[in-house]
T-cell receptor, first 116, second 116 residues
Framework: NAGVMQNPRHLVRRRGQEARLRCSPMKGHSHVYWYRQLPEEGLKFMVYLQKENIIDESGMPKERFSAEFPKEGPSILRIQQVVRGDSAAYFC??????????????FGPGTRLTVL | AQTVTQSQPEMSVQEAETVTLSCTYDTSENNYYLFWYKQPPSRQMILVIRQEAYKQQNATENRFSVNFQKAAKSFSLKISDSQLGDTAMYFCAFRPGANTGNQFYFGTGTSLTVIP
């Protein structure tokens, strides 16, 4: 059973460009979470999605950031007009479908975004 | 608000010795989950151990065990017979119980070095 997959692993963008980060949850998981890790810090929650629904986006900046998890395909975290402060590692996690199953999250390897 | 504090930015231990990493948290919840994640240089987040707050028995996974003190809101990780592969960042994480959100709250991490 493949784990959570994220791509690309490394992404370099210039200021003002767009960044698209992809996450495929573990097989059988339909809950996806995105976290951001700034240098020398712990992970900070950004957004929680289920298929076709954003459940909690309280940790996501209101501007330039968006997330989706379509019925088919991976979850996408999109950052428009990137700035240097967006440079960070972005982690995706997933959890299973069954009731009361969301207590454990399984993390992907992360995408390291560098903004020049 | 939920907060997680790891007061030891860096620690080291001799190979085969035992080391304890500290974690405290603050919450008004009665039901919740606690986790330790390991992040090696590859930056992959690996689940080490989890504890349900309603369980009095401390969780154990091979060489890893926790000392969960609910009244003190303390959740330390003990690594026995330390191995070189244990060298990594270790993050303590808190998740509220069901129906109170699904996001994890992470501490700032402890960098552990196992010395040969």
């Amino acid at each position: 059973n493949a784990g959570v997959m994220q791509n690309p692993r490394h992404l370099v963008r210039r200021r003002g460009q767009e960044a698209r980060l992809r996450c495929s949850p573990m097989k059988g998981h339909s809950h996806v979470y995105w976290y951001r890790q700034l240098p020398e810090e712990g992970l900070k929650f950004m957004v929680y999605l289920q298929k076709e629904n954003i459940i909690d986006e309280s940790g996501m900046p209101k501007e330039r950031f968006s997330a989706e998890f379509p019925k088919e395909g991976p979850s996408i975290l999109r950052i428009q007009q990137v700035v240097r402060g967006d440079s960070a590692a972005y982690f995706c996690a997933s959890s299973p479908n069954y009731v009361f199953s969301t207590d454990t999250q399984y993390f992907g390897p992360g995408t390291r975004l560098t903004v020049l | 608000a939920q907060t997680v504090t790891q007061s030891q930015p860096e620690m080291s231990v001799q190979e085969a010795e035992t080391v304890t990493l500290s974690c405290t948290y603050d919450t008004s919840e009665n039901n919740y989950y606690l986790f330790w994640y390991k992040q090696p240089p590859s930056r992959q987040m690996i689940l080490v151990i989890r504890q349900e707050a309603y369980k009095q028995q401390n969780a154990t996974e091979n060489r890893f065990s926790v000392n969960f003190q609910k009244a003190a809101k303390s959740f330390s990780l003990k690594i026995s017979d330390s191995q070189l592969g244990d060298t990594a960042m270790y993050f303590c994480a808190f998740r509220p119980g069901a129906n109170t959100g699904n996001q994890f709250y992470f501490g700032t991490g402890t960098s552990l070095t196992v010395i040969p």
